[in-house]
């Protein structure tokens, strides 16, 4: 068997997003877990999207999130040139084969002729097709003009890895446009060369091309190619589920997922499982478990939602389960800047407390910064509390000096301010959600932050005691 080859080929119109590099993700695992090669493969011939710096946001994007390729524009190989721009002359040649075997010439007609063969097939209810319309006499290639693709209209039966067997009538056959009037090719007829030329043996892509295939199939028999084997990747859809998700509608960028403190293989184990499973009830993979366990012929063929919920749960998670060594290492931009301040050390005592708040580490900025700056006494803290506002002024301050006699005999160990604060409880008669939750406000400025008795003791005795005590000033004004 042929060493497995599968590609990424995007086009350089701007960010990816999840619904793209799922498509990577499937053909860089297929390639992995059968020590074969992955290229990126830059389909660049229509200039006219084409988006400034897309192709080093592409790069960037895939090593970000560990997908290394074994060749493409930026990494030499024995098939290269990666970019199809730099492939012109490739194109033009396998082109001219078909004009010698009859099976493409130039285009003749204007574009008002073509709309007026489209609405002479509207009016007579037919499908448009151009080979209906197909001159008689048929000229050879000419500078300057369009080269079409002569088809040869047959039913097509064949095997996707995805959606199973399929059969094609010859009415999904008609002429196409192979190379444009300014010497590119078109996708149709470009890929293909590339992925023969490129040793490609399994291509990967979405749904949206699975109604060419056909056509596909013809230009394989008229240049006597084989086809790789083929696998349709259903879309991704929006939240609503109503259509596919795009740029157009807000995806985000994947950089941008990450840059926020998304961690790379929460990104990978979420898209891997957008319409794939095992077959058991595990909902997140490690990558390894990825390349072990995935298969392509298990990969549903209905729609996935995108569901940016579960990619903060499976975030959340790995989170919580990385070592804090490593957990320190990721979280080094995106600390407040007050934080430079503090010893490591003492970060990380912070980063320990918090790590099982984190969803995602842009979150530890608003979750810390109360370890590392004096904040300005929120008055709102207390009277958006549920509980809290229920009490008079005068009974928040009596708890709050009576918490602050309490913790003055403290040695604010953890044990200790445990035994003393329940005690406090049993003398006040109070509740755990009322009165700690007004300690942790006044030495917070958050309605919500790590145990209380833990980030007490990270505070230390004189700033927790100097925050309670302003928390009474504030009121008492």
């Known amino acids: 068997m042929n060493k497995i080859r599968t590609r990424f080929a995007p ?271 595990q909902e997140i993979f490690s990558v390894d478990q990825l390349i072990q366990k995935f298969s392509i012929n298990k990969v549903q063929r209905s729609p996935a939602n995108f569901d940016e919920k579960r990619l903060l749960y499976i975030n959340g998670y790995l989170i919580r389960n990385l070592d804090l060594d490593e957990l320190q290492v990721l979280s080094k931009s995106f600390w407040p800047k007050e934080a430079q301040n503090y010893q490591e050390s003492y970060q990380r005592k912070v980063l320990a407390l918090i790590q099982e708040r984190l969803k995602y580490l842009g979150e530890i900025e608003a979750l810390s910064l109360f370890f590392f700056k004096e904040l300005d006494v929120n008055k709102n803290l207390i009277k958006d509390n549920n509980k809290l506002r229920e009490f008079t002024n005068e009974q928040i301050i009596k708890m709050l000096e009576a918490s602050l006699e309490v913790l003055l005999e403290s040695d604010f160990e953890v044990d200790d301010l445990q035994l003393k604060l329940n005690d406090l409880l049993q003398k006040l008669n109070q509740k755990p959600a009322i009165l700690f939750s007004l300690i942790r406000i006044a030495t917070t400025q958050s309605p919500s932050s790590p145990g209380l008795f833990e980030t007490l003791n990270l505070l230390g005795k004189d700033r927790s005691l100097n925050r309670i005590k302003q928390q009474i000033s504030a009121l008492n004004n």
Do not use: C
Not at 72 to 81: A, R
Not at 91 to 116: C, F, H, P, T
Not at 148 to 156: D, L
């Open 11 to 281: 086009s350089p119109t701007g960010f990816l997003h999840v619904g793209s590099l799922r498509t990577a993700l499937f053909a860089w695992l297929m390639a992995k877990q059968n020590n074969g090669d992955f290229i990126l493969r830059i389909e660049d011939t229509d200039k006219s999207r084409e988006v400034e710096g897309s192709i080093e946001h592409i790069i960037k994007s895939l090593k970000a999130l560990g997908l290394n390729y074994n060749e493409g524009p930026d990494i030499k190989g024995p098939y290269g040139p990666y970019r199809q721009s730099d492939r012109l002359d490739i194109y033009k040649e396998w082109a001219m084969k078909l004009v010698d075997k009859g099976r493409a010439y130039s285009e003749i007609y204007s574009e008002e002729e073509l709309q007026n063969f489209r609405n002479e097939a509207k009016q007579s209810k037919e499908p448009f097709l151009y080979r209906n319309f197909r001159p008689k006499k048929l000229n050879g290639y000419k500078e300057g003009q369009a080269l079409r693709f002569k088809s040869e209209p047959k039913e097509y039966l064949y095997n996707d890895l995805i959606y199973g067997d399929l059969k094609t009538p010859k009415e999904a056959i008609d002429d196409f446009i192979i190379l444009k009037s300014d010497g590119y090719p078109t996708y149709n007829f470009a890929h293909i060369i590339d992925d023969y030329l490129m040793k490609i043996t399994h291509i990967i892509r979405s749904s949206e091309f699975l109604a060419s295939v056909p056509k596909f199939l013809n230009l394989y028999e008229a240049l006597e190619i084989d086809p790789p084997k083929m696998a349709t990747a259903p879309a991704v859809l929006g939240p609503d589920g109503k259509k596919k998700l795009s740029k157009r509608d807000n995806a985000k960028d994947i950089l941008e997922y990450l840059n926020e403190g998304y961690l790379k293989d929460a990104l990978i184990s979420f898209m891997a499982t957008l319409g794939w499973n095992d077959g058991t009830r």
